[in-house]
Nanobody, 127 residues
């Protein structure tokens, strides 16, 4: 089982950047795909980005593609989300998630594929 703790959120102006971090504990981290989701007030949780457990395969939501980069450091049990050119519509609570399955192929882009979640970190982009 993996436990996840996010950090790095905050208040930033439009056009600014943030780097979110997710610290993972547990023996299964290295064989789990990892993802970031976000949830704005009154909206459903939505996919942001994901990275495979082994070969660096990534997937991004269209809304963040070209502005965000997901990465992981398996030696440090960390996952990161670098977000640039932030917009007010990026305002949300951002959640780190670990896949339900180990050694999976590719990455899932829906909440159904992830079984462990962090507590979230708030990102607020002012206009």
């Amino acid at each position: 089982q993996v436990q996840l703790v996010e950090s790095g959120g905050g208040l930033v102006q439009t056009g600014g950047s943030l780097r979110l971090s997710c610290a993972a504990s547990g023996r299964t981290f290295g064989r789990s795909a990892m993802a970031w989701f976000r949830q704005a007030p009154g909206k459903e949780r939505e996919f942001v980005a994901a990275i495979s457990w082994n070969d660096g395969t990534t997937s991004y939501a269209d809304s963040v593609k070209g502005r965000s980069t997901i990465s992981r450091d398996n030696a440090k049990n960390m996952v990161y989300l670098q977000m640039n050119s932030l917009k007010p519509e990026d305002t949300a609570v951002y959640y780190c998630a670990a896949s339900k399955s180990s050694y999976g192929r590719g990455v899932a882009t829906t909440t159904w594929g992830y079984g462990t979640w962090g507590q979230g970190t708030q990102v607020t982009v002012s206009s």
